[in-house]
């Protein structure tokens, strides 16, 4: 990812969100995100410069981005590990089920494990069964750990899922 898909990233992000999650997080905040603001914050989060952190992008229909994935060192309570994160995958609604997400996710795995990450996190909405099923197909496993997080006046479960990658 270079600064100049910022744009596009957050339009996959929001729009993401805005179908991902609609019936989980209170529409209201759904409808107020931001394109324009949260292009700001990737371009300034991606000029910071945190090397370990990964952004990569699939293109497609002559060079349109079509799917987003960030991934880097595990987040535990503020420390980092020796273990992996997927911090989010969105793609563009209409290519949800068509390969891009599998593809997207595959990477992710590979660059993870090639920088010797043991294992890889992510966490996804409790109630999200698409995702969860998504996610389970690529051999990721819920581990029984559970957060809350607040959204547009609501608390939000979600589940850890992981993934050895040790072969």
């Given at each position: 990812?270079?600064a100049d898909?910022?744009?596009?990233v957050?339009k ?6 805005q ?5 989980f997080?209170?529409?209201?905040y759904?409808?107020?995100l931001?394109?324009a ?7 300034a989060?991606?000029?910071a ?17 079509l ?8 987040r535990d309570?503020g420390?980092?590990?020796?273990d ?7 793609l ?6 068509r ?23 992510l966490?996804?909405l409790?109630d ?7 996610y389970?197909?690529?051999?990721f ?10 959204v547009?006046g ?6 850890r ?7």
């Amino acid at each position: 990812m270079t600064a100049d898909d910022c744009a596009e990233v957050a339009k996959i992000r929001i729009r993401g969100w805005q179908y991902a999650y609609k019936g989980f997080v209170p529409q209201p905040y759904l409808d107020g995100l931001d394109i324009a603001a949260d292009a700001d914050r990737q371009r300034a989060r991606l000029l910071a410069g945190d090397r370990r952190v990964v952004n990569l992008v699939v293109d497609g229909d002559g060079g349109k981005l079509l799917g987003w994935v960030s991934l880097g060192p595990y987040r535990d309570g503020g420390t980092r590990t020796e273990d992996a994160e997927l911090y989010a995958l969105y793609l563009r609604p209409r290519y949800i089920g068509r390969g891009v997400g599998r593809a997207l996710l595959a990477s992710a795995v590979r660059h993870c494990a090639a920088a010797g990450h043991p294992r890889m996190y992510l966490w996804v909405l409790k109630d999200n069964t698409r995702a969860r099923r998504f996610y389970e197909r690529a051999g990721f496993a819920a581990d029984g750990a559970e957060e809350a997080f607040e959204v547009g006046g609501a608390v939000v479960p979600e589940v850890r899922y992981v993934k050895d990658l040790r072969g």
